[in-house]
């Protein structure tokens, strides 16, 4: 199948990586020369595991390239999947402007073309936003009829940053939101050979997922931080009593988020909790618990912040600063913010992440750190022993096993506050503490 990717981030790079993987014959589409520039050259514009060499491979073998004329990628392809952002607003709603635009565009070039087209939405919307906004664009920019010679699917993604590959081939299910069966059979060829099932559903129901699941996730990072902080603030085990309490998989579901670490971060977390509470306010419906949970995860970044503080120690080895380990995602991190307060509050810190490159950063990840920290660049430093020799005391936001493994096996420690759950450290740091919780013995 001939595919036109629009919006060449995360979810857009992904998926053109995956789908080449598959024979399709894929056009990535961005408004970023520099973006555009870096796929055509083989190289991926953002950090993510066994990427770059996906996409090296597909461009090496003629299965993709990247262009900045949206008109032409829609002349020369069959469908299209539309992955722009859709970032919060002020109000906590959703910014539609991207995708309102993208659609314009893909509308326009449509009229100059004869043979059907299908689009598929992947952005993040909420319900109502494919049937209410963006089919009006397209139907009237296009001068088509839907379900004739038109045809729109919207396809919720379930990536996460850091294993987004392995998540593409193997998601939960797949979920694919149509008018009609025939737009289902013309989508439904995009996932030959990924695991799971294939859903059919309603528009706005496949919508809805994406939303649901994340604040779920939300929620449930949210309840694992908080329940842990209390047992272990009134001298229980929290470990020992959260892993008992994900053994119970016929009534507490799954295990997944529900282990106390850092608080949540990145572009979907956060902003999906904020839209549905805005779309709740906007219909006059109360939503206290949905409402309390950003609140909350801000709270779990103030506890770290005061357990810093109490140490009384001014240097500090700053371990991890994207949101997540494995990704250059700096969009909402908690470590971000929590290394921008201490050098706000006069601490000495010197940054060890090997993934993040101010250079590479691009887009909305590099507008956010030019908000937050807007000299992180000083502060980063790429040699381990060198950040770790600087710290009197480690913060670890996040570590890989090799960056771990390299920390007990140094002569010299330093007192550590663990962030991140990183409990191979506890037995080989004499003075190990963990933000809500006590290692298991």
Request: aromatic residues 6%; negative net charge.
């Amino acid at each position: 199948m001939k595919i036109s990717i629009f919006g060449m981030g995360y979810v857009g790079c992904v998926s053109a990586a995956c789908l080449a993987s598959g024979n399709h014959h894929v056009v990535g589409v961005d408004v970023s020369d520099q973006k555009v520039d870096m796929l055509q050259a083989g190289r991926s514009p953002v950090e993510e595991e066994a990427l770059p060499e996906m996409l090296r491979e597909a461009v090496d073998n003629g299965v993709l390239t990247a262009t900045l004329d949206a008109r032409q990628a829609v002349l020369d392809t069959e469908l299209s999947l539309i992955t722009v952002g859709t970032p919060s607003r002020s109000d906590g709603s959703l910014e539609l402007g991207y995708l309102e635009c993208v659609s314009q565009g893909i509308a326009s070039a449509l009229r100059e073309k004869s043979d059907p087209h299908t689009i598929v939405i992947r952005s993040t919307v909420l319900p109502g936003t494919t049937e209410k906004v963006l089919l009006p664009l397209l139907l009237e920019g296009s001068g088509r009829t839907l379900n004739r010679d038109l045809f729109v699917c919207y396809n919720p993604e379930f990536l996460r940053e850091g294993t987004s590959i392995k998540d593409f081939f193997n998601p939960p299910f797949t979920i694919l939101g149509t008018q009609d069966d025939d737009t289902f059979k013309k989508v439904a060829p995009l996932y030959h050979g990924v695991q799971g099932e294939i859903l059919r559903c309603s528009i706005q129901a496949a919508e809805s997922m994406k939303t649901l699941c994340n604040v779920f996730h939300a929620l449930k990072i949210v309840f694992a931080n908080e329940a842990a902080s209390v047992l272990h603030g009134c001298g229980a085990n929290a470990l020992e009593a959260i892993e008992l309490f994900l053994k119970d998989q016929k009534l507490n579901i799954s295990s997944a988020y529900l282990r106390p670490g850092f608080a949540f971060g990145g572009s979907c977390l956060p902003k999906d909790v904020n839209a549905l509470v805005a779309l709740g306010r906007s219909y006059g419906i109360a939503t206290p618990l949905l409402a309390s949970i950003n609140p909350g995860n801000d709270a779990h970044l103030d506890r770290a912040f005061a357990l810093i503080q109490q140490r009384g120690i001014k240097k500090i080895a700053f371990l991890g600063i994207s949101f997540k380990q494995g990704t250059d995602d700096l969009r909402e991190s908690p470590a971000l913010r929590l290394a921008a307060r201490l050098i706000q509050n006069d601490y000495d810190l010197r940054i060890f992440d090997p993934i993040v490159c101010m250079h590479n950063l691009l887009g909305a990840n590099l507008s956010y750190v030019k908000r937050m920290l807007p000299d992180l660049e000083l502060y980063l430093d790429y040699d381990l022993d060198r950040v770790l020799d600087h710290g009197s005391l480690w913060v670890v936001a996040h570590a890989s096993a090799p960056i771990r493994q390299h920390m007990i096996s140094r002569a010299v420690k330093a007192p550590m506050i663990d962030l991140a759950g990183a409990l191979s450290l506890s037995e080989a740091i004499p003075d190990y503490q963990g933000l809500c919780w006590t290692a298991l013995p």
